[in-house]
């Protein structure tokens, strides 16, 4: 091997370990990542769109890291999951809100996941707003004739993105709490006005067909078919 | 980053770069430049978790990174991908990361703790902007890169 190229291997060898000694990672990235989370599944393949009214509420006691990128730090995100049926297991829809940074970065985003169980990104929102102030959350599935199917991420009315879709409904509705933070703090809020869209009509959840909880770090409960808690007080109790 | 893990993660990462040059080929000079952009993307992948090395790391141009990105998608969404705002005469490097990622998952089908995502996949301009491609789990990341998929298209 000539002295030249050897040399550029040594190069990018010891550029690799300066950089991965000198970055710091977040020191439980990854280490935590707990739930809690109810779900809509008893009518089966019929829901053609889900909607949940809920806060954004404030996160204490988390690391002042992610306050660039989203989806990085020690985030929670206050979410619901549209599964698409007819798909793996892992195809679904999301929407939700995320704060990461000591919550300093709080924002609204939505993606899917693909057949491979890939998670991409498809928009942000940043600079949302914690208090006490419902908001609405939609994703929704419409057939419009000639055009075919759409499917709708929708915020407080407003539609934030829009595509053309296949022709798969869900069969998994799921709305609840994702935490990569084992320190932060976050009061139970009321998830509710659940609904599911069937035939173009709205109607309330009707099962409580299911729910997770990572206790005691989270908490969650059904309060009625249509409504539910979530948090993460760090004694089970919301 | 806790003392014991710095030297697993510094043999990991000098494997890794070790395995990708000599993959590469030392005369190729084009992955070498997008090997050298992901190593210098670490600091930015490392907010998203932590980094155990770069799997792959790829040149392509504007119009082959959307494609790629759109046929990704295309089963589920008429997507176009917002890389097409770019100017067609960029340079991209798509890279690929192996590690632990806090991006966002899905509970499993019973409900229980989906693992979190162990591969993390960001696109590099040739000005250093850096986006967040995809992120999933190792071996589940196809079309790994675009030339892979181009590869696929073409078998078939």
Known sequence: MRRGPARRIWAVIAATAALVLAVPSPAAAGDTHIYSHGWETSLGRVYEGMSQVRPNTAVTNQPSDGCGDYFSGSPLYQTMWYHVAGGTDEDFFELGTGHQCNDTKRYYYWGLNNSHGQWIPLGEINGVTNGSTDHTFVIKKAYNGFSGWTVYWKIDGTTEDTYGANSSISNDLDVGLESYCSTCRMSGYYIHNLQYLQGGTWHPWAGRDGEQVNKPTMCGEWYFVDSRWAGETGNGIC | MTTSRRPLILLFSLLAAIAIVIGV??????????????????????????????????????????????????????????????????????????????????????????????????????????????????????????????GSMSAT
């Not at chain 2, 790829?58 to 917002?82: F, G, H, I, K, M």
């Not at chain 2, 960029?90 to 899905?106: H, K, N």
């Not at chain 2, 250093?128 to 030339?147: H, I, K």
């Open chain 2, 25 to 150: 080929g030392v005369k190729n000079r084009p992955a070498l430049a997008a090997t050298n952009a992901c190593i210098n993307a670490i600091p930015h992948a490392a907010e998203y978790g932590r980094i155990d090395g770069v799997i792959r790391a790829e040149n392509d141009s504007v119009d082959v990174v959307a494609r790629w990105q759109e046929a990704r998608v295309a089963q589920s969404l008429s997507y176009q991908s917002p890389l097409r705002a770019m100017s067609p005469k960029s340079t991209l490097t798509v890279c690929l990361f192996s590690g632990q990622f806090v991006t966002p998952t899905a509970p499993l089908p019973d409900g229980s703790v989906a693992p979190p995502h162990s591969a993390l996949r960001l696109v590099v301009s040739d000005t250093g902007l850096v986006t967040l491609d995809s992120a999933g789990y190792l071996g589940r990341m196809q079309p790994e890169t675009p030339q892979d998929w181009l």
